[in-house]
């Protein structure tokens, strides 16, 4: 995993875990690498996976099972939702992105449309 200097690793590890699971790379219910075993793997501080985990437990993304290890969330809801949330986040930085170059709300739609339409037509 690449980091990127600007923003916490952590924050960035979180995010990955994240998308893994929203994309089934991490099914529901699998358990985690130890703390020291992910940290080995992405070359960082053990405290720093440390305190990733128990960020994602106050989320509800993941749980311990005292003496087993450390699990991602049996729940779909919680999956679903945190699928919704990311993509809100997606949506969100779009737009305030596209507002800040100019467009309005409907450029918006037709430059989407534009863009989903040139795609169909190469695949």
Not at 36 to 54: C, E, H, P, Q
Request: charged share 35%; hydrophobic share 35%; no cysteine.
């Amino acid at each position: 995993m690449e980091f990127n200097n600007n923003i916490p690793i952590y924050i960035q590890v979180m995010e990955k875990i994240k998308q893994d699971i929203v994309t089934g790379k991490l099914k529901p219910g699998e358990r985690m690498l130890s703390s020291r075993d992910f940290s080995a793997r992405l070359g960082i501080n053990f405290n720093t996976v440390a305190r990733v985990y128990k960020e994602m437990e106050a989320e509800e993304i993941l749980f311990t099972r005292r003496g087993l290890g450390t699990f991602i969330t049996e729940t779909s809801e919680r999956i679903d939702r945190l699928r919704y949330e990311m993509a809100r986040k997606q949506i969100d930085t779009f737009i305030k992105g596209m507002m800040q170059i100019g467009y309005t709300k409907e450029d918006m739609i037709r430059f989407i449309e534009m863009e989903n339409n040139y795609k169909e037509g190469n695949e």
